[in-house]
Every structure is written in structure tokens, then in C-alpha cells.
């Protein structure tokens, strides 16, 4: 997802805003509520901070809070939304069963403004959302996949698969590595340092705001394909 970060010198702290336009079969409100909460809860938890130099070369730290909207709307609809959207808060997602990676991603480049979600990944419930939205403003999965060294809860962006400590595990009796000896997604946590990193070689306008992402501004058939517009 992309958004908008923007600098709140009454309260003293940036904000991160995004809309989440969910469309498709099972795209519903009740969803949508839930995503929004996961999303929410775990960025807002991490108490993330950055620091920011001001005009006169003093250093300013601000906490970070992320709000994030959301709205159901119909595939026509988005048509219309996406060719006129120059919004970085906007954001266009499909709900499905099922799709052609048989997973959920969001679009062809990193920091992209729309994906692709799976009912099947347990949305707003596994930190699946979470995760795709920390994609969507530009955060890669760790290069060290196997933290098992790690005492803390496996960072969000660790991907599926990684090795993390039994307790973290699917199956926590097993061996790592085995069936059920990978990181269960739901021990997920964002951490403070995942919330810096969003913002690292980004500098905010003279008008206190900064835009986060890529507007990709595609719609998605039913199974993951995207549709082109042509001028």
C-alpha cells in the first residue's frame, strides 16, 4: 500500500495515512473492520520513532501512528478510481479464495498500491495484512531467514518459512526445519525498527509530508491477473 506520511507539529508526531478500497467476491465490511485493526494495532504497537533535522540543523524525534482507512466498493468502481487516482493514500485490494500464486502478494514492484489478498490466509486474524502492507511501503523480507538465535517474537516482514525459536513455531515440539518446524505467522510482531526503516533515505517536503509507495493503480481479475489501461 502506499500512503501519505505527514508531520503533526501540534501533537508532535507524523502520521501515516491510508485508505484501503477492498473490492472482489469476498471483499465485506465485517473484513474490511478487521484487516483495518490488525494493521493498525501492530504498527501502532511497535511505539515506532523517527528523528527528523529541522531548518535550524536541530534534531527533532516524532512518534510515529499509522490511521487507516477503509471502504467496500464494487470492480466497476474501481475501474473508475484507479485512472484517476494520483492519491498516495489510496490503496486497491481483492479479496478472493484463490488466486494464480495460491498466496497473497501485493503488485509487481515493492511499495506498490495494489494486491491481490486470500481469505484463505485468515485476513485481519494472522498478520498476513500486516505484513503486505509493510511491502506495500517498501519493506523487503529480512535477508537472515533463520532467527532462532532471536528471543524476541520474529520481526513482520520475516517471510513463511523462516526459523525462528520452537516456542514461535507452528509445531513447537518438532526439529526447525521439519513439517511444522518453520515461524506460525501469527507470532509476528512489528518492530520499532521496521517502522524507522520505512522512512530511511526518504526526506519529507517543506510542507511536512512525504509520500510512501508506488502508484500502481491496477485492477486485478478474479485470479491475480492484472488489467492494462491503454491511453
Known amino acids: ?17 491510508a485508505k484501503l478500497w477492498f473490492y472482489g467476491n469476498f471483499a465485506t465490511a465485517e473484513l474490511a473492520d478487521k484487516i483495518v485493526e ?3 494495532s501492530q504498527y501502532n504497537g ?18 510515529v501512528r499509522f490511521e487507516i482507512e477503509s471502504a467496500i466498493v464494487t470492480e466497476e468502481a ?12 489510496n490503496n486497491f485490494i481483492r479479496i478472493e479464495q484463490n488466486n494464480i500464486l495460491k498466496r497473497s502478494f501485493m503488485g509487481n514492484e515493492l511499495g506498490g498500491n495494489i494486491g491481490h489478498w486470500l481469505i484463505s490466509d485468515n485476513l485481519g486474524e494472522s498478520t498476513t495484512a500486516a505484513h503486505e502492507f509493510g511491502h506495500s511501503l517498501g519493506l523487503d523480507h529480512p535477508d537472515d531467514v533463520d532467527l532462532r538465535n532471536r528471543e524476541l517474537p520474529p520481526p513482520m516482514m520475516a517471510p513463511r518459512g523462516t526459523l525462528v525459536k520452537a ?24 518492530g520499532a525498527e521496521e517502522v524507522e526503516m520505512i522512512f530511511t ?12 509507495g508506488i502508484l500502481s493503480n491496477l485492477v486485478y481479475d478474479e485470479v491475480g491477473n492484472p488489467y492494462y489501461f491503454l491511453d
Do not use: C
Open 78 to 89: 474501481v475501474f473508475g478510481l484507479v485512472q484517476t487516482n494520483t492519491d498516495f493514500r
Open 201 to 212: 533515505g526518504k526526506t519529507f517536503e517543506k510542507d511536512g509530508t512525504l509520500n510512501l
Open 46 to 63: 511497535a511505539h515506532g520513532k523517527i528523528q527528523l533535522r529541522k531548518a535550524d540543523r536541530s534534531v527533532v524525534t516524532y512518534p
Open 1 to 17: 500500500m502506499s500512503a501519505i506520511a505527514a508531520i503533526d507539529e501540534e501533537t508532535g508526531e507524523v502520521v501515516v495515512a
Open 38 to 40: 490488525e494493521i493498525q
Open 167 to 190: 516456542k514461535f513455531q507452528w509445531n513447537p515440539t518438532v526439529n526447525a526445519g521439519e513439517f511444522g518446524g518453520t515461524m506460525k505467522p501469527i507470532y509476528r510482531k512489528v
